[in-house]
């Protein structure tokens, strides 16, 4: 168990739909990143956010955003939901430290029909 | 910038070594290596910073060569449960809240 959650870990939903993809972070991890997987594929780097605040972003759609809350959890918005946005869906966080390991939640798997 | 990993796929009998590399175009400051089983989260094996010294993990080690700005992982006696997709992350400059950026994986398959 890395210590980060991720709900829910599986979500079926219609095109056109909106989602939630919640993310706890490990006690005491200040940022929160999150990568998409689609099938087979590497890990694509969506959004970052450190102690509240947008970081870095990666190739995140206009259709998708996010935010990090005072307790640091964090949720990553999906809408208007195309079939090509099927994918797994990964939470990680970090003590940001420069050098210091991401533990990954065990993952969001959407499936868009 | 996403670093580039090579080869994309290597198939072992058991036993034997492999080298995975990890290329970035612009100076690191870090490399992390992860280690995915399919369907499951990456689970992270190793960091290698800059300057710093080579690391192990069973028998699994990396080094980084600053020069050349490239990262490899190398599988020696290779077993079956070195199985899955193995990541490099990497980590341009050294601040808080870096950006963690993945190269596109490297799939390996242990035979018996």
């Known amino acids: 168990d890395s210590g980060v959650t991720q709900t829910p870990k599986h979500l079926i939903t219609a095109t056109g739909q909106r989602v939630t993809l919640r993310c706890s972070p490990r006690s005491g991890d200040l940022s929160v990143y999150w990568y998409q997987q689609s099938l087979d594929q590497g890990l694509q780097f969506l959004i970052q956010y450190y102690n509240g605040e947008e970081r870095a972003k990666g190739n995140i759609l206009e259709r998708f955003s996010a935010q990090q809350f005072p307790d640091l959890h964090s949720e990553l918005n999906l809408s208007s939901l195309e079939l090509g946005d099927s994918a797994l869906y990964f939470c990680?966080?970090?003590?940001?430290?420069?050098?210091?390991?991401?533990?990954f939640g065990q993952g969001t798997r959407l499936t868009v029909v | 910038q996403q670093p580039v990993q090579s080869p994309q796929a290597v198939i072992l009998r058991e036993g034997e070594d492999a080298v995975i590399n990890c290329s970035s175009s612009k100076a690191l400051y870090s490399v992390h290596w992860y280690r995915q089983k399919h369907g499951e989260a990456p689970v992270f094996l190793m960091i290698?910073?800059?300057?710093?010294e080579q690391k192990g993990h069973e028998k699994i080690s990396a080094s980084f060569n600053e020069k050349k700005q490239q990262s490899s992982l190398y599988l020696t006696a290779s077993q079956l449960s070195y199985s899955g997709t193995y990541f490099c992350?990497?980590?341009?400059?050294?601040?808080?809240?870096?950006?963690?950026?993945f190269g596109g994986g490297t799939r390996v398959l242990v035979k018996p």
């Open positions: 990680a966080s970090s003590v940001s430290e420069p050098g210091t390991e991401a533990f």
């Open positions: 290698l910073l800059k300057g710093g």
């Open positions: 992350g990497t980590e341009y400059i050294k601040a808080a809240g870096n950006k963690l950026t």
